[in-house]
């Protein structure tokens, strides 16, 4: 459990993560994307800054928020 892990007090942070190559759509747009569930702490363990908006907090995780970071990659396919 990551919570638990996070408590030790050797330990900076714990990031759980679930990857997967699944369909996504957007309006009328079909792609194949690697998709990957995250925690909160995610993007600063793994030191990616954002271009644009925001990652989640720890209340969109808590919440079950269904919000998405996508690549520019995938923002210049289906955008």
Do not use: C, H
């Amino acid at each position: 459990d990551a919570k638990s892990l996070e408590s030790l007090p050797f330990v900076d942070s714990v990031t759980p993560s679930l990857s997967n190559s699944l369909t996504v759509r957007y309006a009328n747009q079909d792609a194949t994307a690697s998709v990957e569930g995250v925690g909160e702490d995610y993007f600063r363990v793994r030191g990616y800054e954002i271009a644009k908006g925001q990652f989640w907090d720890e209340e969109s995780v808590n919440s079950l928020a269904q919000e998405a970071v996508i690549d520019d990659n995938t923002r210049k396919e289906m955008f």
